[in-house]
């Protein structure tokens, strides 16, 4: 099974993809987070990529369709994957259908004060990459990771005005992979406003369903 998670920034598509792959026993693959391992270990990659998504914008085509290339080219993703972040440019969804075909693209939707609310809350463990958020999935101790209690940090592309630019570049540029990937009729639209802290079970049987009934 081969997915797509489309989606604004901060409407929770990483943090469903994380619930879908445990189901599915497939593999996520995140393009965000791949570029933040290689800024991390400081890698030629990585020494590219930090200005630019420090600022919101985004990395350019080239260098992360050759990132993606090889990461969906191991072993590893036989079974089937989601990707969270990638493709995020018609460039690079024309660039993926020329060595993957998909079998859909789910569309995550939430309102614009619920998304706002989603990117400024959230928490991000520094050592293991775990997501939280203050308010509607908050750590058992506060500032501190679950998995591997590494210390929870608020991602730098996550302060406010980084965040009005990062919801700029995904209208202008991202957006339109919605209407291209209904025109493939391989686009799915959910809309999930409620909060996973409260209603998980139910939103995770909306999104299974809408995976198999496809
Ligand atoms: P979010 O999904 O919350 O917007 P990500 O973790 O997916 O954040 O991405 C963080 C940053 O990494 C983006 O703002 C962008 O700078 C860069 N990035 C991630 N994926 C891509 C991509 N497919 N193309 C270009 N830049 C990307
Ligand atoms: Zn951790």
Redesign the pocket.
């Known amino acids: 099974m081969k997915i797509i998670a489309l989606g604004s920034?901060?409407v929770g598509?990483?943090t469903y993809a994380k619930l879908i792959v445990e189901k599915y026993g497939i593999i996520t693959i995140?393009?965000?987070?791949l570029?933040r391992e290689n800024i991390k270990n400081e890698t030629e990659l990585g020494k590219k990529?930090k200005e630019?998504?420090d600022a919101?914008?985004?990395?350019p085509?080239e260098i992360?369709i050759e990132m993606m290339k090889e990461r969906l080219s191991r072993e590893d993703t036989q079974k089937g994957f989601v990707l969270?972040?990638?493709?995020?440019?018609i460039p690079?969804a024309e660039a993926l259908a020329e060595f993957v075909e998909v079998d859909m693209a789910i569309n995550f939707k939430a309102d614009k004060e619920i998304i706002m609310q989603r990117l400024t809350g959230r928490r991000t463990c520094k050592k293991c990459a775990a997501t939280f958020h203050m308010v509607n999935l908050p750590p058992q101790v506060e500032g501190v990771c679950d998995k591997c209690e590494g210390e929870l940090i608020q991602r730098s592309?996550e302060l406010p005005e980084v965040i009005e630019e990062?919801l700029k570049v995904y209208e202008e540029q991202t957006a339109p992979l919605i209407d291209y990937y209904k025109e493939k009729g391989l686009l799915r639209e959910l809309t999930i406003n409620e909060d996973m802290g409260k209603y998980k079970d139910q939103i995770m049987e909306k999104v299974f369903t809408a995976i198999d009934n496809n």
């Open positions: 920034p901060g598509k990483g995140s393009s965000g987070d570029f990529a630019l998504i919101g914008h985004l990395v085509d992360t969270d972040g990638f493709p995020r440019t690079q592309d990062r």
